[in-house]
């Protein structure tokens, strides 16, 4: 399984490459946006699609019997091993030239997260978690993520992407009653502020109604970086919904606590 996951490993971060292409191409330029919903905005763009497609052929000819799930587009299959994408993860943020968007890749071997890849081409991040390693490589040089040992809620830094984004009115209730125990709070910031807490900077990120390609490949950089990723029930992220992550145990029951 170890030379295996390393050979995939290898392939995602071709995968990750061949999406920062893409992404820079069209990064701060005039490009056609559409919108997702009916009512409310959900953006999607050229680079978006482009990236998922792209992505799928390069899986299809090196894995053809791999499934894969992606934001944009699915190629779903009885297979053990699942790719899941998510081509532009803040695409808001990316229309608005805000450079904290990235990609997300994972892969799942029987429904369990063997592969982690998180890429901020704007700032030249890449984070990736496999087996129980987990490192961000910056400007060509790698580093090993551990995140804060934070354990006190007065202590903590909390970021979310924003409350208003949150599946109900009751998880912003149960969000603004959290941040009246923790230190300081920052809006924006979608899979980067994963990411910051993986690399020590930052104790708490707080979500609701998220799907598995925003949130699958995060999950091995987040735990093998000493940190805690599970939904606001304590369950596996692996079909998104409510999600928490922490420094440690003890500061995720504290959180928790303050969200019933």
Same mark, same amino acid.
């Given at each position: 399984m170890n030379n295996d996951i390393k050979k995939f490993n290898k392939f995602a971060n071709l995968l990750a490459d061949e999406a920062r292409k893409i992404s820079l191409k069209y990064f701060k330029k005039k490009i056609v946006v559409r919108n997702k919903l009916k009512e409310g905005f959900d953006p999607v763009t050229y680079a978006d699609t482009k990236i998922q497609k792209n992505l799928n052929k390069l899986i299809l000819k090196t894995y053809p019997n791999h499934s894969i799930l992606g934001e944009e587009e699915s190629f779903i299959k009885k297979n053990?091993?699942? *790719?899941? %994408?998510?081509? +532009?993860? #803040?695409? =808001?943020?990316?229309?608005? #030239? $805000?450079?904290? *968007?990235?990609?997300?890749?994972?892969?799942? =071997? &029987? &429904? =369990?997260? %063997?592969?982690?890849? $998180?890429? +901020?081409?704007?700032?030249?991040?890449?984070?990736? #978690?496999? &087996?129980?390693?987990?490192f961000k490589v910056s400007k060509g040089r790698k580093k090993k993520l551990r995140v804060k040992k934070t354990k006190k809620l007065s202590d903590a830094i909390l970021n979310t992407t924003s409350p208003y984004l949150f599946q109900s009115k009751k998880d912003q209730k149960f969000f603004k009653n959290l941040i009246k125990y923790v230190k300081t709070v920052r809006l924006g910031g979608d899979c980067y502020s994963y990411c910051l807490l993986a690399d020590g900077h930052i104790d708490i990120v707080v979500e609701s109604g998220l799907k598995p390609w925003d949130i699958r490949a995060l999950e091995p950089i987040i735990k093998n970086a000493g940190g805690i990723l599970e939904t606001w029930e304590g369950n596996k992220i692996h079909n998104g919904g409510r999600i928490i992550a922490t420094t440690s145990r003890e500061l995720f029951k504290k959180a928790s606590r303050k969200m019933k």
């Open positions: 053990e091993f699942e *790719w899941c %994408i998510d081509p +532009i993860d #803040g695409t =808001k943020s990316y229309i608005q #030239g $805000v450079p904290l *968007w990235g990609t997300l890749i994972s892969l799942s =071997k &029987n &429904n =369990k997260i %063997i592969l982690g890849l $998180v890429d +901020i081409p704007a700032l030249d991040e890449r984070y990736c #978690g496999f &087996n129980d390693i987990a």
